[in-house]
């Protein structure tokens, strides 16, 4: 039992470069999201998806494409890596459960720089 | 302004002591609050919940006060495996996939 998975862990990119950051759960929930977190900033949710076959923006969605392929995986993908991207991307799942049982489960995240 | 304020800290306290941590947030629509704590260079991961009467875990209290719109956590006993950033998070009533996270507080015990 994996819970959430993420690869790659570190990733080096030039400005134009374009990558697909990948994240897998087993934990069978139906809700996944990504988002970036930079030193000051908090994490700041970049899209997410509530079930299989819908995605939504978040609060940064500019520069960033997803992808619920099932409702095991949703890839976050760069088309033309900037340096404002550099960050640590978190992929989470949770339960639509309503608000008081709701909790999120994080991946151990991808550390990305853009040169 | 930040949906969510926090005092970066760092805290500094001995082992034993009692510390305390507040965090604000803007919108009044926030319907769940919650705690989490993320180690260095690790992922966030769930503290506690936060609910409307406060709740205790062990060690751990957390309050609401919805008129001033702030939130505290207190943490007695302080051991060193509680050194860790403290996240606090919010969730607005009209769209609980949308979660609004503090940029953290960060707590260092010292033997």
């Known amino acids: 039992n994996a819970g959430v998975t993420q690869t790659p862990k570190f990733q080096v990119l030039k400005t134009g470069q374009s990558m697909t950051l990948q994240c897998a759960q087993d934990m069978n929930h139906n809700s996944m999201y990504w988002y970036r977190q930079d030193p000051g900033m908090g994490l700041r949710l970049i899209y997410y998806?509530?079930?299989?076959?819908?995605?939504d923006k978040g609060e940064v969605p500019n520069g960033y494409n997803v992808s619920r392929l099932n409702k095991r995986e949703f890839s976050l993908r760069l088309e033309s890596a900037a340096p404002s991207q550099t960050s640590v991307y978190f992929c989470?799942?949770?339960?639509?459960?309503?608000?008081?049982?709701?909790?999120?489960?994080f991946g151990p995240g991808t550390r990305l720089t853009v040169t | 302004r930040k949906e969510v304020e926090q005092d970066p800290g760092p805290f500094n306290v001995p082992e034993g002591a009692t510390v305390a941590f507040n965090c604000t947030y803007s919108?009044?629509?926030?319907?769940?609050f919650f705690w989490y704590r993320q180690d260095c260079r690790k992922e966030p991961k769930l503290l506690m919940s936060?609910?409307?009467s406060g709740n205790e875990d062990g060690r751990f209290t957390a309050q609401l006060n919805r008129a001033s719109q702030y939130i505290s956590l207190l943490i007695r006993d302080s051991k060193l495996s509680d050194s860790a950033t403290y996240l606090c998070v919010v969730l607005h009533k009209d769209n609980f996939n949308k979660f609004y996270f503090g940029s953290g507080t960060k707590l260092n015990v010292k033997p």
């Open positions: 919108n009044s629509a926030s319907q769940s």
């Open positions: 936060v609910y409307s």
């Open positions: 998806s509530a079930s299989e076959g819908t995605t």
């Open positions: 989470a799942t949770g339960l639509a459960g309503g608000p008081k049982f709701y909790e999120q489960y």
